[in-house]
């Protein structure tokens, strides 16, 4: 392996940063994980043992590197961090998808995910460009959900829609035509919620597509911030899934 | 009026930093409006112009600040800032209440204060210790939504209470014993819902106050983000308000 270097997103590696996310990334993706990063001082968090001796029952290098570490997570006070491969993970045909059309926050993105996973949408594709999905920052903000999800990218929604073709297309537009009640309770079987950029959302041309879905909310804002949306379009839809509904 | 220093939660005034945020303050808090500030370079800037018309007509004097904005933005790329003064909000007894209890995340806060407007939760309580609602971050995280609300702020729920003895109180908890749907299916006619600290939630007395509402998702997070539940939470009770049933 190279000399690590501050993350870049051409490099074929990231890093899980904190002691949770890294356990995350050990117990879910733990053929991915390269070595296991910890401060000088990590001896004394019990946390960093625990995820020290379970690196190294999984046969993963440990080394200290708090140098490295200060620099990977811009000086946050940080004393563990997975470094793992990258990989494009295989949306799964059954089950609901999440569709990110242009993404482009990174807290948002590790937002989103974390109740992604939450609510059982482990299928999540995303438009590029986007923000970086194995960007420290997002995973972190996952909270390391990220490494239990499939996470695959298109450069356009029509490659996606190629690939999943069954999938109810379900747009989360402001002027979308049907209020969200309405479309959770008519929803198709297997659904893909379409969520849009935080500032721009998702282009005029996704009305002619699938059943554009609006939140209702007062005018006295512009909008619900991305996440939010997300987290209630993920919600009430999932409440009304075939076989578990509340 | 003093020299204008950085922002500092002491202070009897604040910053709302951006055009959005400045335009929202003078629309609906301009009798606590004091001054604008405008960058050097802002007469390029239709917005800031925009702004800086109507601040003038409204008798709010307007005047070249680069150097304060760089330090009170944080370097950010601010052209234009309303310098307003602080003032205590008076929660209306009639409608929902959101009661927030130890917020301290600044983006939280600001992405709440913005989904309460939305969703018509006019009346925010906030229990201290808390983040500063009046800190610039906050504010701007908000879109300004914040001085088109009343916040008020209480050292314990105990004397929220005191004040809304009338109000049905919902402590959303992860170990909360009745399923959000339920919840709302039987909501009182005037509900405060009340929330949590981002790490900690709510201590285990809330169990024994009001209806505890748990949001239903996997085990495979420990739990939702604190805006995401209570964006989910308003969404889910704002639905169902006397009246204006979806």
Same mark, same amino acid.
């Given at each position: 392996m190279p000399k690590l270097a501050a993350y870049d997103? !051409?490099?074929p590696? +990231?890093?899980a940063l904190g002691i949770f996310p890294a356990t995350e990334c050990l117990k879910h993706a733990q053929d991915r994980c390269m070595r296991l990063l910890v401060s000088a001082d990590s001896a004394e +968090?019990?946390?960093v043992m625990r995820l020290r001796s379970a690196a190294?029952?999984?046969?993963?290098r440990c080394e200290e590197a708090g140098r490295l570490l200060e620099k990977i997570s811009r000086k946050e006070n940080c004393h563990a961090a997975m470094v793992y491969r990258k990989a494009e993970g295989?949306? +799964?045909?059954?089950?609901?998808?999440l569709v990110l059309h242009h993404p482009s926050d990174m807290g948002n993105l590790g937002t989103i995910l974390r109740t992604a996973l939450g609510f059982g949408?482990? !299928?999540?594709a995303i438009i590029r460009p986007a923000a970086d999905s194995d960007d420290p920052r997002v995973v972190r903000a996952s909270m390391g959900a990220a490494f239990s999800l499939a996470i695959c990218h298109y450069d356009t929604f029509e490659a996606y829609r190629t690939d999943f073709p069954e999938h109810g297309v379900y747009p989360f537009m402001? $002027?979308?035509? $049907?209020p969200l009640d309405e479309a959770v309770a008519s929803r198709a079987a297997k659904c893909a919620l379409v969520m849009g950029n935080e500032a721009t959302g998702l282009p005029e041309s996704f009305s002619e597509i699938g059943m554009p879905v609006r939140i209702p909310h007062s005018g006295d804002i512009d909008s619900l911030n991305l996440a939010i949306a997300a987290g209630i379009g993920m919600y009430a839809f999932a409440r009304n899934r075939r076989g578990e509904c509340t």
């Open positions: 997103r !051409n490099l590696y +990231s890093y +968090s019990e946390g190294e029952a999984a046969g993963i295989q949306l +799964s045909p059954d089950g609901d998808h949408y482990r !299928n999540v402001l $002027t979308g035509s $049907t």
